[in-house]
Every structure is written in C-alpha cells, then in structure tokens.
C-alpha cells in the first residue's frame, strides 16, 4: 500500500488534481473550491501531509489592477486657498512608461486640472508638475510600489512640481502564492500570520505565458486536518491580494501522505499530574550522581 518514502504507514496516499474551470463554487477566477465526492481521512493515529507537486497558471493578470490604481490630488493657490480635489483611477490593464504617463496627462487634460507627468529615463522616476502657478498636493495612492511613492511621503507637501522618491516598479507582484485556505498549515507570510501558502511560484516568464511550477524538490508541510472534504484555492500577490486572472483557468496537483503520529515524550514527561513522578526522577537521578561521586573520592 505504501506508495512514497514519507508514507510511513499502511494508508496509501492520494494525489488530487485540480482545475478551476471544474471547480464546485467559484469565487473569482483566483478564489475556488473544490468538493470531493469522498473524505480523505487519516486515522487517530495518523497525520496528513500535504505538498504541490504540480500548477499551471496564466500570466493573464495585470500589472495596474483594482485597487491598486487609484490616486488623489488636491489643487490650492500659491497663496494656500483651496480649489478643487480629484480622483483619479487608471484603467485595468498593463502599462510601461510611456502608456502611464499618457494616461496621466490624458486625465489631467480631462480634468482640467493644469498639470503634467513626466518620466526620467536615468533616474527611473516620475514627476508630477503643474502647469501654473497654482500647487498641488498627492493626499492618497493604492499606486505607491507603481509610481514609487512610499506610504510614509503621502501626503506630500503643497508644491508646484513633486518627483518621486523612489523608482517605479512597473513590473506587478514578483511572485504568485498558491494557498490552500481550508487546511490548518502553519507557513508564516512577511506579516507573521499563519497562512495556508503552500507554495510561492516566482514569476519568470511574459504576460500571456504560463507560470509553472518548477521545483527541484517537492515541500510537503503537515496539517492539523485529519480530514479533507473540500479544497478552497486561492492565489495571492506579492501584497497578499487575490489575483484577477480576466477569465483565465489554471491547474495544480496536490499529494497528501499520511504519516504515524510520533509521541513527545518530553512534554508528556511534564503535563499536568505527572511532576510528583518528574520530581521523584529528578530527585533519584541526583542521588545516583552523588554516590558515584563518593565512590570516586
């Protein structure tokens, strides 16, 4: 029955594959749940562990998306005095330099709001200006890694013309994140939370392409489940965002093995109950270590 060296028991492990378009309920194209017609169970004596061993996923999403498209202005003379407040959102769809820029000026055109954008090819960096004498002030973006304007520099001060701190990153999330969101995993993400990421898939390959999963060794990570009745697949940016696949459809595969619980025998050895025994070896383990030191005087 056993079928893999991690299997150390009589239950043979099951490999389940995936596909989004035949998922039972699905969510958005990156967020779906799989119902199994039978429970995969581990007895009391077993635990499951669980790895990807296989996934395919569109590189159908884009590199300016909701909500991560949005950006606020506010107009005042020179002198101070409110004029007006804007907000913009970019459309959905990827874009370089030049597309963004052109989408700026577009809607400062649009908005009648006298200002420019501009891009500098040395510096990888944006700026904003306008083009009076009135000022202008960003008072809140979702497009900070975008157009390189860290959290802590919004609200800028009230300027006629603003360059970005930081270089533009136009590039989307680096990595995707395959989750499993049902199943108790204790993977810890850069926040520190338990997650149930089984898998982190850097993205090495042009938009329209495939994403594929291409590890030299295959992780397995063990579940507190002793039970799987579904599978509630999510996959997550760099920010911990749901992806929009735009109609896109992937694939994995996944192994469970079971293993045999292993006691611990040193956290037994001090529950609640068990000290008077603790104490009487510890006392009898000190008495010996004398009397063997007598014995050598």
């Given at each position: 029955m056993v079928n893999h060296t991690?299997?150390?028991?009589?239950?043979?492990?099951?490999?389940?594959?995936?596909?989004?378009?035949?998922?039972?309920?699905?969510?958005?194209?990156?967020?779906?749940?799989?119902?199994?017609?039978?429970?995969?169970?581990?007895?009391?004596?077993?635990?499951?562990?669980?790895?990807?061993?296989?996934?395919?996923?569109?590189?159908?999403?884009?590199?300016?998306?909701?909500?991560?498209?949005?950006?606020s202005f506010r107009r005042q003379t020179a002198s101070g005095v409110f004029i007006a407040d804007y907000d913009l959102t970019l459309d959905r769809q990827n874009y370089d330099v030049d597309s963004i820029v052109s989408k700026f000026n577009s809607l400062f055109t649009t908005n009648n709001m006298n200002m420019n954008m501009s891009f500098n090819d040395n510096t990888n960096k944006f700026t904003f200006n306008s083009?009076?004498?009135d000022q202008f002030i960003i008072t809140s973006t979702t497009l900070n890694k975008s157009l390189g304007l860290p959290t802590t520099s919004i609200p800028t001060s009230a300027n006629t013309t603003f360059t970005c701190p930081n270089v533009c990153q136009l590039t989307g999330t680096s990595s995707i994140y395959i989750n499993c969101v049902n199943l108790s995993i204790s993977n810890l993400d850069s926040r520190g939370d338990l997650n149930g990421t089984i898998c982190k898939l850097p993205i090495e390959c042009d938009p329209t392409s495939f994403i594929y999963y291409k590890a030299t060794e295959n992780n397995y990570y063990l579940t507190n489940n002793q039970t799987i009745t579904h599978f509630?697949?999510?996959?997550?940016?760099?920010?911990?965002?749901?992806?929009?696949?735009?109609?896109?459809?992937?694939?994995?595969?996944?192994?469970?093995?079971?293993?045999?619980?292993?006691?611990?025998?040193?956290?037994?050895?001090?529950l609640l109950g068990n000290e008077a025994s603790v104490m009487r070896e510890d006392k009898k383990d000190t008495i010996d270590n004398l009397n063997m030191e007598k014995k050598k005087i």
């Open positions: 991690l299997n150390d028991t009589d239950t043979a492990s099951v490999s389940v594959f995936l596909q989004s378009d035949k998922a039972s309920t699905r969510l958005a194209s990156s967020n779906v749940i799989f119902y199994l017609n039978e429970t995969i169970g581990a007895r009391p004596d077993q635990s499951m562990l669980i790895g990807l061993i296989s996934c395919e996923v569109p590189y159908s999403f884009y590199n300016i998306d909701t909500p991560k498209n949005k950006i083009t009076t004498t509630h697949i999510t996959i997550t940016d760099d920010d911990n965002q749901e992806l929009d696949l735009n109609g896109g459809d992937f694939s994995l595969g996944l192994n469970i093995h079971f293993v045999q619980k292993r006691e611990q025998p040193i956290f037994k050895r001090y």
